[in-house]
């Protein structure tokens, strides 16, 4: 099987542009998850979609969203960007079930390296 | 909340030598818990994960760690370390309700010949 795909793997933008970032599952999963990764604030949750819904979310500003389509696709967006959201955008996925408890492995992708100027 | 602590930023092994990466984690409720491994400009690595049973989970590349709930820790530990093992190294914990991983600092294992 193919990993987890994330396009662009790097992305060079400017203070105030918005950027849109895309993952691939592994065939089959349903939850993707993404996270940041920066040498400061490490590896945070920023949110998670399964079945086109997010289901939980991390503590960032309403600047980042994102969505999932109905082949489990997911894209996230950032607004307005500032110099602190440069950073590693790693997305994640996993064959997640309905229910309330996630064991789960999640597997990440090699990431999306935002750089904003 | 859900916390985990990688107290060694830094860990240096001889090649051949047995290595151990500390964690410790605190939750409320039963956790999950993940070690994965991160190459330079690469993404997470899954290495193993411990759910429920034996405190001993083996996994990739020869890795294994040892869950021990009274000390609230699960340390990653392998038998004869490689080179190519250096790498930084993130432990990382969930509980029910969700897909959330909260995660270590990470540990960046360095060894050498």
């Known amino acids: 099987k193919a990993g987890v795909t994330q396009t662009p793997r790097y992305l060079i933008k400017t203070r105030g542009q918005q950027v849109t970032l895309s993952c691939s599952p592994i065939?089959?999963?349903?939850?993707v998850s993404w996270y940041q990764q920066t040498p400061g604030q490490g590896l945070q949750f920023l949110f998670e979609y399964f079945s086109e819904t997010q289901r939980n979310k991390g503590n960032f500003p309403g600047r980042f969203s994102g969505r999932q389509f109905s082949n489990s696709r997911s894209e996230m967006n950032v607004s307005t960007l500032e110099l602190g959201d440069s950073a590693l955008y790693l997305c994640?996925?996993?064959?997640?079930?309905?229910?309330?408890?996630?064991?789960?492995?999640?597997?990440f992708g090699p990431g999306t390296r935002l750089l904003v100027l | 909340a859900q916390s985990v602590a990688q107290p060694e930023d830094q860990v240096n092994v001889a090649e051949g030598n047995p290595l151990t990466v500390k964690c410790t984690y605190s939750?409320?409720?039963?956790?999950?818990l993940f070690w994965y491994v991160q190459y330079p400009n690469r993404g997470l690595q899954f290495l193993l994960k411990y759910i429920t049973g034996d405190n001993l989970v083996k996994g990739s590349y020869g890795f294994e760690a040892e869950f021990n709930k009274s000390q609230t820790s699960f340390h990653l530990k392998k038998p004869s370390a490689l080179v190519s093992d250096s790498a930084l190294y993130f432990c990382?914990?969930?509980?029910?309700?969700?897909?959330?991983?909260?995660f270590g600092t990470g540990t960046q294992l360095k060894v050498e010949l």
């Open positions: 990382a914990v969930k509980t029910g309700g969700g897909n959330k991983l909260t």
């Open positions: 939750v409320s409720g039963n956790p999950y």
């Open positions: 994640a996925s996993s064959y997640r079930t309905s229910g309330s408890n996630s064991q789960e492995t999640q597997y």
């Open positions: 065939s089959g999963h349903r939850s």
